[in-house]
């Protein structure tokens, strides 16, 4: 993906000089999380509207100084790592510097996401399947030979989760019907998180557990 095109350069960073007021004013005027700070045309970081606004708008912006995050993506970035960058800084503007560190603009959270809303895991047909496993039990590797030995396409694959035993892997699978390929997942020892209505082996529990509910209560 070309994300250079996604550069947005209506903003110009403040200046470490300006007031805090005017800062609080842009924020006001803007829906983004950060504003970009500069020094003698050198981008410093960006500082949060949290922030801002905790400030008396009579100082300058370098009185606050210690709050400024330094973070920033280069335009050859790769667009995971980008969406990685937003994620960690709980931003949804991204600086974006050359190679020489020189302010270009910024990418938006929202033109980011609509990239990764029209790859194929998102915009082509398919089921999404959630499964689990012991953290040092699952592999890539085993994940793909279960869905590829039922004759089916993996469009995709992350992790979604993870803690100290476990790890969760959202799939995205296409050109099959997932029961058959959920049935192997349990045969290896993965538990199934999702529901699916296709999902044979749940429905049949539930009837065998209607019917004997009925049982009982005759």
């Not at 999380?33 to 981008?43: M, T």
């Not at 190679?99 to 082509?124: A, Q, R």
């Not at 993996?154 to 390929?181: H, Q």
Request: aromatic residues 12%; negative net charge.
């Amino acid at each position: 993906m070309q994300l250079q095109n996604l550069v947005i350069n209506d903003i110009n960073p403040l200046n470490i000089t300006d007031k805090i007021s005017d800062l609080q004013m842009l924020f006001n005027q803007l829906t983004y999380s950060h504003i970009p700070i500069q020094k003698d045309g050198v981008y410093m970081g960006c500082i949060s509207e949290t922030d801002a606004h905790c400030f008396d708008g009579a100082k300058i912006i370098g009185d606050c100084n210690y709050t400024i995050e330094g973070f920033f993506v280069r335009p050859t970035t790769n667009w995971l790592d980008v969406l990685e960058a937003f994620a960690q800084n709980d931003s949804n503007i991204m600086p974006v510097l050359d190679k020489n560190n020189l302010y270009l603009g910024y990418y938006e959270l929202n033109d980011i996401m609509h990239l990764f809303n029209e790859t194929p895991f998102f915009s082509e047909p398919g089921g999404i399947l959630i499964v689990e496993k012991g953290i040092h039990d699952y592999s890539f590797s085993e994940i793909s030979q279960i869905v590829e030995s039922n004759d089916a396409k993996l469009m995709g694959a992350f992790i979604s989760k993870m803690d100290s035993d476990l790890v969760r892997i959202t799939l995205k699978i296409g050109n099959a019907s997932l029961n058959e390929i959920i049935q192997t997942f349990r045969r290896y020892s993965y538990n199934i998180v999702s529901g699916h209505e296709d999902d044979s082996y749940i429905e049949s529990l539930r009837e065998r557990s209607q019917y004997l509910d009925k049982y009982l209560n005759m």
